[in-house]
């Protein structure tokens, strides 16, 4: 379904890629988790396959294919058409992505409609009920609300909403739950999953804790400095680390009664 092939990614006229000879290949349903610490290229990575390097930001060798086709000769028409229906994406802070002046039901009206030819009341209704989906109470109450007026486990559920709403085949996180607090993070990867479960649909999480990664991927890809340091299975990372990063991230898991829990 996905296919990451030797890609180098490049930023300007710096002559040394900042990241280097990544490979994955992503069936459909399975969760991928790219584990590392700040600046190890992780978002870098998923923004390369949603096509929106920041900073003239550019793959510089490899490839890229969603389906069998590759991403790197899509026109503007093309990515328009496949950002937000056939690839999503769920930021960090998805409140900072909702423009805070706005109601959130005006804003959400305005993203179905630009994907999808309806009238505003179907639109609003299909809001409505995404919204719903994702365990909000009251999503005609949340439509009218301003960004301000919920709280930010609430904003991330709207942002994922949005991103969920023409059930993508591929969903993109970045650093989902990072800004939340640890209650709210376990509801949010936990409805994460059931997004697999339900529409069997394909993610990519981003995230510095090693610790989600073990709950909730499939296959985990631990980077550092631009590189992949170790890659496999879950099983293979959590248990048969092949490399000292990877192991020292095993190791920074707090122990419960000598146990550990990853």
């Known amino acids: 379904?996905?296919?990451?092939?030797?890609?180098?990614?490049?930023?300007?006229?710096?002559?040394?890629?900042?990241?280097?000879?990544?490979?994955?290949?992503?069936?459909?349903?399975?969760?991928?988790?790219?584990?590392?610490?700040?600046?190890?290229?992780?978002?870098?990575?998923?923004?390369?396959?949603?096509?929106?390097?920041?900073?003239?930001?550019?793959?510089?060798?490899?490839?890229?294919?969603?389906?069998?086709?590759?991403?790197?000769?899509?026109?503007?028409?093309?990515?328009?058409?496949?950002?937000?229906?056939?690839?999503?994406?769920?930021?960090?802070?998805?409140?900072?992505?909702?423009?805070?002046?706005?109601?959130?039901?005006?804003?959400?009206?305005?993203?179905?409609?630009?994907?999808?030819?309806?009238?505003?009341?179907?639109?609003?209704?299909?809001?409505?009920?995404?919204?719903?989906?994702?365990?909000?109470?009251?999503g005609d109450n949340i439509m009218r609300s301003y960004p301000f007026q919920l709280s930010g486990g609430m904003r991330q559920r709207v942002g994922i909403a949005m991103a969920m709403t023409f059930q993508p085949k591929l969903l993109l996180g970045d650093e989902p739950t990072s800004a939340l607090d640890v209650t709210t993070q376990a509801q949010i990867v936990r409805q994460m999953m059931e997004l697999r479960d339900q529409y069997n649909t394909s993610i990519i999480v981003v995230t510095h804790n090693i610790g989600v990664a073990a709950y909730m991927a499939d296959k985990i890809i631990v980077m550092k400095n631009g590189r992949v340091v170790d890659a496999g299975d879950r099983e293979q990372i959590l248990h048969h680390p092949s490399d000292a990063y990877t192991k020292n991230l095993l190791e920074s898991v707090p122990a419960m009664g000598g146990y550990r829990f990853v």
Request: a neutral charge; glycine letters at 12%.
């Open 1 to 138: 379904m996905l296919s990451i092939q030797d890609v180098s990614i490049t930023y300007g006229k710096n002559p040394a890629p900042t990241v280097e000879g990544v490979n994955l290949e992503m069936k459909q349903g399975e969760i991928v988790s790219i584990v590392g610490e700040s600046g190890s290229g992780k978002s870098t990575v998923i923004r390369a396959v949603l096509g929106c390097l920041p900073g003239g930001g550019y793959v510089s060798k490899g490839d890229i294919q969603f389906e069998g086709k590759s991403l790197l000769g899509y026109s503007q028409e093309e990515w328009r058409k496949l950002r937000g229906t056939e690839i999503s994406m769920i930021f960090q802070d998805s409140g900072a992505m909702i423009n805070p002046v706005r109601r959130i039901g005006a804003q959400y009206v305005e993203y179905i409609r630009t994907h999808e030819k309806m009238s505003k009341k179907d639109a609003w209704d299909k809001g409505v009920e995404m919204l719903e989906k994702m365990r909000l109470p009251s």
